[in-house]
C-alpha cells in the first residue's frame, strides 16, 4: 500500500523568509512524488513531481522538492515566501510497480500562512 | 489553456435522491480520474477510466458508479444519497502514461440535506 504523511497540520512562516513544508511517502517500489496547491473553494493546482533523475525538482511559482530516498522524504521548499503562497498544499504519491494503479494518494494537507 | 471542466459546481439534493456530476477533460487527455474530498479532509481517490475503459477502483461506494463516453466525458453517477455524501468531488484528467500529473477540476461541491 501507498501512503503519505505530512507531519505539520499548519505551518507559519515571515515573508521574505524560505519556507519548508515536510512530507513523507511509504511505496513498495520506486515512488512517483507531485506536490498540489488548493487556494479555498477550489481545485487543486500541480506545483510540481518527481519521477526519475536529478533529487531537485523546480516547479511553479518557485516553488521546489528535494527527493531523499533514504529519508523517504520530498519536502517542498521556497527561498522566499509571499503572502500569495498562503494556501493548503497537499504531497500526494503514486506507486508505479503496482499494476493498474492510477490514483494519487495524497497526505493530511498543510495549511501554510505567510505573515505579512 | 484549457482546464478541465465540471458541472455543475453546486449541487443540493435531498437524502434518497440521485445526482449526476459531469466532467470534460482537458483535449487529448485520455484518462480521468474522480477524487471525493469530505470537509477538512485530504481528496480519496474513488474510479479512473482510461481509454472509455475502467482502470482503477478506490474506495467507491456501490450506490455510485462512473462512466467514460467516446468523447471523453466522464459522469459520475450517486444514488440513494446520504448525508455523508456531502463533499467536493474533483475529476482529473492526465494523458496516458504513468509519469504524468494529474489536472484538476475546479470541483462539484455536493450537498445532501
Known amino acids: 500500500a501507498q501512503s503519505v504523511a505530512q507531519p505539520e497540520d499548519q505551518v507559519n512562516v515571515a515573508e521574505g523568509n524560505p519556507l519548508t513544508v515536510k512530507c513523507t511517502y511509504s511505496?513498495?517500489?520506486?515512488?512517483?512524488l507531485f506536490w498540489y496547491v488548493q487556494y479555498p473553494n477550489r481545485g487543486l493546482q500541480f506545483l510540481l513531481k518527481?519521477?526519475?533523475?536529478?533529487?531537485l525538482v523546480k516547479g511553479s511559482y518557485g516553488f521546489e522538492a528535494e527527493f531523499n530516498k533514504s529519508q523517504t522524504s520530498f519536502h517542498l521548499k521556497k527561498p522566499s515566501a509571499l503572502v500569495s503562497d498562503s494556501a493548503l498544499y497537499f504531497c500526494a504519491v503514486r506507486d508505479p510497480s503496482n499494476f493498474g494503479n492510477e490514483k494519487l494518494t495524497f497526505g493530511t494537507g498543510t495549511r501554510l500562512t505567510i505573515i505579512p | 489553456a484549457a482546464g478541465v471542466i465540471q458541472s455543475p459546481r453546486h449541487l443540493i439534493k435531498e437524502k434518497r435522491e440521485t445526482a449526476t456530476l459531469k466532467c470534460y477533460p482537458i483535449p487529448r487527455h485520455d484518462t480521468v480520474y474522480w477524487y471525493q474530498q469530505g470537509p477538512g479532509q485530504d481528496p480519496q481517490f474513488l474510479i479512473s477510466f482510461y481509454e472509455k475503459m475502467q482502470s482503477d477502483k478506490g474506495s467507491i461506494p456501490d450506490r455510485f458508479s462512473a462512466q467514460q463516453f467516446s468523447d471523453y466525458h466522464s459522469e459520475l453517477n450517486m444514488s440513494s444519497l446520504e448525508l455523508g455524501d456531502s463533499a467536493l468531488y474533483f475529476c482529473?484528467?492526465?494523458?496516458?502514461?504513468?509519469?504524468?500529473?494529474?489536472?484538476f477540476g475546479p470541483g462539484t461541491r455536493l450537498t445532501v440535506t
Open positions: 482529473a484528467s492526465s494523458p496516458s502514461g504513468r509519469g504524468y500529473e494529474q489536472y
Open positions: 511505496v513498495s517500489g520506486n515512488p512517483y
Open positions: 518527481y519521477i526519475t533523475g536529478d533529487n
